[in-house]
Every structure is written in structure tokens, then in C-alpha cells.
T-cell receptor, first 113, second 110 residues
Framework: QKEVEQDPGPLSVPEGAIVSLNCTYS??????FMWYRQYSRKGPELLMY????GNKEDGRFTAQVDKSSKYISLFIRDSQPSDSATYLC?????????????FGTGTRLLVSP | KAGVTQTPRYLIKTRGQQVTLSCSPI?????VSWYQQTPGQGLQFLFE???????NKGNFPGRFSGRQFSNSRSEMNVSTLELGDSALYLC?????????FGPGTRLLVL
């Protein structure tokens, strides 16, 4: 079993839809949770990071962490075609140290006009 | 502030050769991590350097090595290249827990 599970998609939605992206994890020692966006042939770009359980909002993006369920989500409101990319969740902390990010496989999102 | 830069951006090598990739972190960041990204395995941690010392290491063979210089710039080296080493190699720099990635070096081994 992988430490971080993420549905690879692709997830296809129409422009303006609310998108929900999710990851589950097995290592309860993880302390920091991040979401990266990666466009084709580019490096991952940091979107959001959170430390505690609960919600964190930044513009059209909301990151949600539920440590009791070992579940994190990224919501995108009013999705745009420019949001089409692969979204990677990443986690760090505990016995893996604070430098070794553990990534999900990434979910490919397609937003059609 | 300038982001993480990596050189070269693209590289083609043949089996058995060696390769050196370079990474310049964000100014002020002292930690540099390296990752390998492939379609089959996703993003996998190679190693991390802080103040010229390797602080953390992933599960890769000894053919993969790295170093960090006093100005925090880092290099990684892969010796005796294999076809399976074809991948996007990403460098990330960090001040604390959050890592910022460069554009990557795409390596193709023929």
C-alpha cells in the first residue's frame, strides 16, 4: 500500500464547475500538507500548504485537511480552462523528516470551455 | 525574487555514460532536494542537502549522487546511465518545510 493515494483521473469538468481533488494517506506522522499544480513539461508549482486540520482559502482555491480521517482535499471554484493541469498532493513530517516530500501520483484535470 | 533554476533543461545521453545536472536555489534558501519524476513511478525523492551536507536520502542506487556548494548551489550526478534513468529530474529549494520546484531537467537515455 502506498503512503499517499490519489486518483489519477483524468477528471473532466465544464468551465465554471466546482472541482474536488482528494488524497488519502496512511502515515499519521505527516504534519504539513501541500498541493502543487504541474502543467505539461513544467515543474510543480506550489498552490497551497496547510499544517493543521481545517480549511484554508486562497482565492478560488480551498485546501481542507482532516487528520482524523487521514484525508485532504483541494477545491477549485469557478474552474477555468487554464486550470487544466495535473494536481499533486504532497506531505512531509514525522519519521520521514521534514525534507522528504511524499507525493500522490497526481490527478489530471481537464476543464473544457 | 528569482525562482529555482536548473541546467541544462534537456539532455540526451547513451547507456553507460554519466551526467551532471545543476540547480541554483532561491536566494536565501539553504536546503536543496532532488526528485525523479517518471510516468510509472511519479515523483520520488532522491536526496536533500543542507549546508553542504546530505541530510536525507531516498531509495536509489549509489549511481545517483549529489553535492552542495557553499553558495547553496547543488549538483546531482548519475553514473553508468541505464535506459530506466530517463526521467524529469526536479530540484526544489526550501527555507523551512515548504519546497519550491525548478522547471526540471528532462533526461533521455538511449
Amino acid at each position: 500500500q502506498k503512503e499517499v493515494e490519489q486518483d489519477p483521473g483524468p477528471l473532466s469538468v465544464p468551465e465554471g464547475a466546482i472541482v474536488s481533488l482528494n488524497c488519502t494517506y496512511s502515515n499519521s506522522a505527516f504534519q504539513y500538507f501541500m498541493w502543487y499544480r504541474q502543467y505539461s513539461r513544467k515543474g510543480p508549482e506550489l498552490l497551497m500548504y496547510t499544517y493543521s486540520s481545517g480549511n484554508k482559502e486562497d482565492g478560488r482555491f480551498t485546501a481542507q485537511v482532516d487528520k482524523s480521517s487521514k484525508y485532504i482535499s483541494l477545491f477549485i471554484r469557478d474552474s477555468q480552462p487554464s486550470d487544466s493541469a495535473t494536481y499533486l498532493c504532497a506531505m512531509v513530517g514525522g519519521n520521514t523528516g521534514f525534507q522528504k516530500l511524499v507525493f500522490g501520483t497526481g490527478t489530471r484535470l481537464l476543464v473544457s470551455p | 525574487k528569482a525562482g529555482v533554476t536548473q541546467t541544462p533543461r534537456y539532455l540526451i545521453k547513451t547507456r553507460g555514460q554519466q551526467v551532471t545536472l545543476s540547480c541554483s536555489p532561491i536566494s536565501g534558501h539553504r536546503s536543496v532536494s532532488w526528485y525523479q519524476q517518471t510516468p510509472g513511478q511519479g515523483l520520488q525523492f532522491l536526496f536533500e542537502y543542507f549546508s553542504e551536507t546530505q541530510r536525507n536520502k531516498g531509495n536509489f542506487p549509489g549511481r545517483f549522487s549529489g553535492r552542495q556548494f557553499s553558495n547553496s548551489r547543488s549538483e546531482m550526478n548519475v553514473s553508468t546511465l541505464e535506459l530506466g534513468d530517463s526521467a524529469l529530474y526536479l530540484c526544489a529549494s526550501s527555507l523551512e518545510e515548504v519546497q519550491y520546484f525548478g522547471p526540471g531537467t528532462r533526461l533521455l537515455v538511449l
